[in-house]
């Protein structure tokens, strides 16, 4: 008897193989090969096309999308009561998709060319005040080496207002204590070189002759901040460390690493850094990102006027 199992799996391969499904693959290579986004960015996309890919499947066999199953399924998204931030990064993710399909001849005309994202508020991003960054920083025991490393990257964080994944892959030929810079690769492999303090240099100095060769036990590692382990400190473990530093200092809510980032930028412009400047060092590719920082200082102005103004 014809064995026929390899033939029904192959069948069956087919079968899943839908051209939604092989459009997205390819996409998602283009994206890492070509595209050049970084990790959590591919991350991103891959997640919300899955979610995508399954609606879709469901409703018309992984066909590629028109504009009408588009519209349907972002309704289901709202049905789901996500923000309007999340549907927006799933829009987002579809429309670079149809593009790339157009682009490469699969599909006719774009889907997305009619659809509307739903209006995102601006938010005033949450920072901290200056006792606060004093007491958080000083928070770490440097007595420990893991502590000296953890006070060195929250320097860093404050100095420079990086990503907390540009921190985490910094290495340790990207330290210039010399000139006082930094050279950290952002989204898209994008490289930018910024400017470091000596008060946070000096730190970091201490922590790479005192903490991080204790950590490594005779390992080597490009990392400039490394784990006990001898490998290369995680988002996981860094975030850990920051809530842990957080309630030695007293700050117990929505305290992230993209608070410390936040905080940079707020205390540069109230220092007077004009927005340019603020642009580059934040690696923002589109200054109405940096704006936003903006209305953290209006407000500011606006408490201190209704608390200081003897007719406010």
Request: net charge positive; aromatic share 6%; with cysteine.
């Amino acid at each position: 008897m014809k064995d026929t199992r390899h033939t029904s799996a192959t069948s069956d391969s087919r079968k899943t193989d839908s051209p939604l499904s092989g459009g997205i693959r390819a996409f998602l290579a283009w994206c890492r090969m070509e595209k050049g986004l970084s990790r959590n960015s591919l991350e991103a996309y891959t997640a919300d096309l899955t979610a995508f890919l399954a609606y879709a499947e469901a409703e018309t066999g992984g066909e590629f999308p028109d504009a009408e199953l588009l519209l349907r399924y972002v309704n289901s998204l709202y049905q789901k009561d996500l923000s309007s931030r999340t549907i927006a990064r799933h829009l987002s993710a579809l429309r670079s998709l149809c593009h790339f399909l157009l682009t490469e001849g699969r599909i006719a005309a774009d889907p997305t060319e009619h659809l509307s994202s739903p209006k995102q508020w601006s938010t005033i991003p949450k920072f901290l005040n200056r006792e606060q960054i004093e007491k958080l920083i000083a928070a770490p025991d440097v007595a420990k080496p893991s502590g000296l490393r953890d006070r060195a990257m929250l320097e860093i964080l404050y100095a420079t207002g990086i990503r907390v994944s540009e921190l985490i892959e910094l290495r340790v030929s990207g330290l210039d204590p010399g000139l006082g810079l930094i050279r950290v690769t952002g989204k898209g492999n994008k490289q930018r070189i910024i400017p470091v303090h000596a008060e946070a240099l000096a730190l970091v100095d201490q922590y790479v002759r005192q903490g991080r060769p204790v950590l490594l036990k005779g390992k080597t590692s490009a990392h400039l901040f490394v784990t006990a382990r001898g490998g290369g400190m995680t988002r996981q473990a860094f975030w850990a460390s920051i809530k842990l530093n957080g309630r030695k200092a007293g700050i117990f809510h929505n305290l992230s690493p993209h608070v410390l980032r936040h905080t940079f930028a707020t205390h540069l412009l109230e220092g007077g850094a004009d927005l340019r400047s603020l642009q580059t060092m934040l690696g923002h590719a589109d200054l109405s990102t940096t704006e936003i920082y903006t209305h953290v200082v209006r407000t500011r102005l606006r408490e201190t006027v209704d608390r200081h103004h003897p007719r406010a």
